[in-house]
C-alpha cells in the first residue's frame, strides 16, 4: 500500500470516527470513548504521514497556503486541547483525570475540531476543484452544518432522542450505612411530579429522566431512593402546588430563566423539617443556579443550626453558583458540598454516595 493510499484512508476514518464522536447518544459512553482513543491514534498516523508540512511550514508561499497552515496549526492545537477534556469528562478509561473536565467545554471543543477539520478538507478540494467558487459554497456550507450538529443538533438529540432505562432494584439496593446521631431527612426536586407531561413522554426519557421497571421516574427521586437505600431514612419532594413547568425541555428551561430573572418563589406544598437536625438536598442546576421551588423550600423554613449536605446534578460540571445561594437563603445553617454529578452518571452513582456519605458519618 502505497503511502497516499494510507494517507486517503487514515483522513477518511478520521471523517468517520469524529462523526461518530459527535452522535455518542447513540452509541454509548463505552463506545465513544474507546472511538476517541481510535481517532487520537489515527492523528497520530496522519501527523506521521504529513511530516513533510512541517519542514515546509515556514517557507514563502500564497496567501491560500498560508491560511491554510494557520488554520492546521490551530486544528492541531484544538485537537490537542479536546484529547485533554476528552479524558476529563471519561468516565470509564481515565477516571481519575479531572482536568477540563466540563461537558460542555468538551461539545465546543468537539465541535471546532469536525468545522476546522471540515475547512481543513474542504480546502484540498477547492485546489483540485475545476469550479472552485462551487466549491468554496460546499465547503462553508459543510463548515455551518458542523457547527449547528455540534451546537444545536446534539444537546437536541441527549435531551429528546435518549432513552434510560433501569431495574430499580439493581441501582438502588447495596451496602448500608450506620448513621450516627438521628438520621438527616432527604429532600429533593426533580421534574417528574412538577411538570405536565404529555402522555408519551416515557418513549423518550432524556436527561432528567428515565425509566425504572417501566415506570416513569425522575433521575433525582432515584438519586434520593439510593441514599434512603443507604441510611434507612425518608425523604420527601419538592412539589409546586401551583402552575407546573411545561412539558418540553427547552420550554422548562426557558420557564426557569424568567423566574431566575425575576427571582420567583413558586408555591410550594409544605414541608416539616422541625424534627430534623440535618437534610440531605438534592438538586438540579437550572442556568447554573438553583431551580427556584428549591429557593422557595429554604426562604420557607427556620434552618439556624441544621446541616445540609448537598448532592447536585448537572449537565457540565461543578455546582455553579448554588452553594453560596444555599447559604445566602438558609442563614444559620451548615452547608456542606458533597457531590455535583453529571447527569448521564446518575444511574450508576450509588457507590459514590455510599463513599459520600461514609465521609459525612466521619468513616474512613
Known amino acids: 500500500m502505497t503511502k497516499k493510499r494510507l494517507g486517503l484512508i487514515v483522513d477518511i476514518l478520521m471523517y468517520g470516527l ?33 511530516g513533510w ?24 492545537l484544538t485537537i490537542l486541547t479536546l484529547m485533554l477534556s476528552s479524558m476529563g469528562v471519561s468516565r470509564v478509561i481515565f477516571p481519575w483525570f479531572h482536568a477540563l473536565g466540563s461537558a460542555d467545554l468538551h461539545r465546543y471543543l468537539a465541535t471546532a475540531v469536525l468545522t476546522l477539520s471540515v475547512i481543513h478538507g474542504g480546502m484540498h478540494g477547492i485546489w483540485r ?73 416515557d418513549a423518550v426519557s432524556g436527561a432528567s429522566l428515565l425509566t425504572a421497571d417501566g415506570e416513569l421516574m425522575g433521575s433525582n427521586q432515584l438519586l434520593a431512593d439510593m441514599v434512603c437505600d443507604i441510611l434507612g431514612c425518608n425523604s420527601v419532594a419538592i412539589t409546586l402546588t401551583g402552575q407546573r413547568y411545561p412539558s418540553s425541555y427547552n420550554s422548562t428551561i426557558s420557564v426557569a430563566r424568567d423566574e431566575l430573572k425575576a427571582k420567583a418563589r413558586p408555591a410550594i406544598e409544605n414541608i416539616d423539617v422541625a424534627e430534623y437536625d440535618s437534610l440531605i438536598l438534592i438538586y438540579p442546576l437550572w442556568w447554573g443556579s438553583i431551580p427556584m421551588p428549591v429557593a422557595t423550600f429554604l426562604e420557607q423554613h427556620d434552618l439556624q443550626g441544621k446541616t445540609i449536605y448537598l448532592v447536585a446534578t448537572q449537565g457540565s460540571a461543578g ?23 453529571y447527569c448521564e452518571d446518575i444511574p450508576d452513582a450509588r457507590d459514590e454516595l455510599l463513599e459520600l456519605i461514609r465521609g459525612w458519618n466521619g468513616e474512613s
Open 129 to 201: 476543484a475545476k469550479k472552485k467558487r462551487r466549491a468554496r459554497v460546499l465547503v462553508i456550507l459543510a463548515a455551518i452544518l458542523s457547527l449547528a450538529l455540534g451546537l444545536f443538533g446534539v444537546p437536541y438529540m441527549n435531551r429528546h432522542l435518549k432513552q434510560v432505562g433501569i431495574s430499580r432494584a439493581e441501582k438502588v439496593q447495596g451496602d448500608k450505612v450506620d448513621w450516627k446521631g438521628k438520621k438527616p431527612l432527604v429532600v429533593y426536586f426533580t421534574r417528574l411530579g412538577n411538570t405536565d407531561f404529555e402522555p408519551d413522554v
Open 319 to 341: 455546582y455553579g453558583s448554588t452553594v453560596s445561594e444555599i447559604e445566602e437563603l438558609a442563614p444559620g445553617a451548615t452547608v456542606v458540598k458533597g457531590t455535583s454529578i
Open 53 to 76: 508540512w512541517f519542514r515546509t511550514l515556514f517557507q514563502k508561499k500564497s496567501a491560500s497556503r498560508r491560511f491554510f497552515d494557520v488554520l492546521t496549526c490551530l486544528l492541531i
Open 18 to 50: 469524529l462523526l461518530a464522536q459527535m452522535l455518542y447518544v447513540f452509541i454509548g459512553g463505552v463506545a465513544h470513548e474507546i472511538i476517541g482513543i481510535a481517532f487520537f491514534v489515527c492523528m497520530i498516523v496522519h501527523l506521521v504521514l504529513k
